[in-house]
């Protein structure tokens, strides 16, 4: 959940969300929480690419508009090594592509929970994940990082 900050007589906004840059430069976040997936999907544009794994418990990546296929298969292992469903099973799964435009949240929605009018299926392989892991591990990132 994001807060303020005071340094000196400036406020900065504090925005709790994933980072991750891809080999392209390109710069990704993702939600950490119910509160922040809702304040990242919230305020992506309606042309933005977001991600989420086909179970719940999974970050809400924002991917930008018109991101390339690596740039996508990149933060589609990005959102699954955060899942609820990895860290449970460890085997292949489902990130679900859609435009934060297909998206729709009623005031009924718990916090975290959106409704997706379309979307389409990206399959990332658990060795792709383990790769990744692999690659925080070596570059001093806690795995466990929420």
């Known amino acids: 959940m994001g807060g303020f900050l005071k340094v ?24 950490r929480s119910a509160e922040s997936n809702d304040e990242l999907v919230s305020d992506a544009g309606s042309k933005d690419v977001l991600l989420h794994t086909d179970a719940p418990g999974s970050p809400f990546v924002n991917v930008g508009v018109e991101p390339s296929k690596s740039d996508l298969k990149e933060a589609a292992v990005f959102c699954a090594k955060y899942s609820q469903e990895w860290r449970n099973s460890k ?21 975290g929970t959106w409704g997706v009018k379309k979307s389409e299926k990206i399959k990332v392989k658990a060795v792709d994940v383990l790769k990744f892991e692999k690659e925080l591990r070596s570059e001093g990132i806690a795995l466990g990082d929420k």
Do not use: A, I, P, W
């Not at 925005?15 to 390109?26: D, P, Q």
């Not at 859609?98 to 949240?105: C, E, I, L």
């Open 8 to 31: 000196g007589l400036l406020y900065l906004f504090m925005v709790n969300f994933r980072e991750y840059v891809t080999s392209s430069g390109l710069r990704v976040l993702g939600g």
């Open 91 to 111: 085997k292949d799964l489902t990130v679900n592509k859609f435009m934060r435009s297909d998206m729709n949240k009623s005031v009924l929605m718990k916090g």
